[in-house]
């Protein structure tokens, strides 16, 4: 194989894949089945490989940096599980990585542990999009997460001092979507989770209930729908606090001779408050989708 080219083993399933990349990252993937021809190959190629210069090398590792972690957890198998979150190209990247503990690297939001579990997950590995080591650490210490760091890198600001002086006055997607969610609300939302909201850094939305109902004629595409969604909206805060907004969202759509919809949305903070307010939205959409349902078929 070429430094361009990866082998993954799925051992229950005694797959073997091989994903080789082309320009900027991308590539193409195929799967084989393990044969015993094959498996003896893997086998010769880990003992040959794994723990070699090339194999550092093949990760963007210069010759220092694999001296340097060459007898630590930081084996080629985990540096490439790591490519997705940074990528270590000489001694300071090195030093930097084992110097920091796994908890010190997540307790800044950057989910860093010397693993190979993750190997098989093909995540993206490009090397040229990863933050070096170094920089991470940088990034962290300026209390920059991994997905904010991420989010300005792919906005063009690819210098730790330059995604340093964005991140002081541009709003993260998470606090966008923070003062999108309080902004189409029907309900108002206290000035002061608004204000706390707006230093958001990460935003993990999680879909507590759905509800719905559909009428369509047998023959055509014609018919109506009601829906109803209740979504609970955590945010993680700079200072480690976290802030949850609950979304009680409904809406309806129509086909006729033409498409229409429409929805609404409620944000509350209080998540007794949410679920009555859901519960009573439900009942309410029920009761409308009953008389609907009566007013279509008659």
Request: proline share 4%; aromatic share 8%; charged share 25%.
């Amino acid at each position: 194989m070429t430094g361009a080219a990866e082998v993954f083993v799925d051992h229950e399933g005694a797959v073997l894949t091989i994903r080789r990349y082309g320009c900027n990252g991308r590539g193409t993937q195929y799967d084989l089945p393990m044969t015993a021809e094959r498996a003896e190959l893997v086998d010769r190629m880990h003992q040959e490989f794994a723990g070699s210069t090339t194999a550092f090398a093949s990760l963007g590792a210069g010759p220092e940096a694999a001296s340097q972690l060459s007898l630590t957890a930081w084996s080629p198998p985990a540096l490439r599980s790591l490519l997705p979150l940074m990528r270590v190209v000489d001694a300071d990247d090195a030093t930097v990585l084992t110097l920091r503990s796994p908890d010190l690297w997540r307790s800044e939001g950057w989910e860093v542990a010397p693993s190979a579990n993750s190997y098989t997950d093909l995540r993206d590995a490009n090397p040229e999009r990863a933050w070096r080591a170094a920089e991470a650490a940088a990034l962290a210490a300026a209390g920059i997460s991994a997905s904010r760091a991420y989010e300005l890198r792919d906005l063009g600001f690819s210098t730790v001092q330059s995604a340093i002086s964005e991140h002081a006055v541009r709003p993260t997607e998470a606090a966008r979507t923070a003062r999108e969610l309080i902004r189409a609300s029907e309900t108002p939302v206290p000035k002061e989770v608004g204000t706390a909201l707006a230093a958001a850094q990460r935003h993990e939305p999680e879909v507590a209930d759905t509800w719905q109902h559909e009428y369509r004629r047998s023959c055509g595409p014609e018919g109506w729908g009601l829906w109803a969604k209740l979504t609970r909206h955590t945010f993680a805060l700079g200072d480690g606090r976290t802030s949850t907004l609950w979304d009680v969202a409904n809406g309806w759509w129509a086909i006729g001779e033409e498409g229409e919809e429409a929805q609404t949305c409620c944000i509350v903070v209080d998540e007794h408050a949410a679920r009555i307010l859901w519960r009573s939205t439900c009942r309410e959409l029920q009761k409308l989708a009953d008389q609907l349902q009566r007013d279509s078929c008659s």
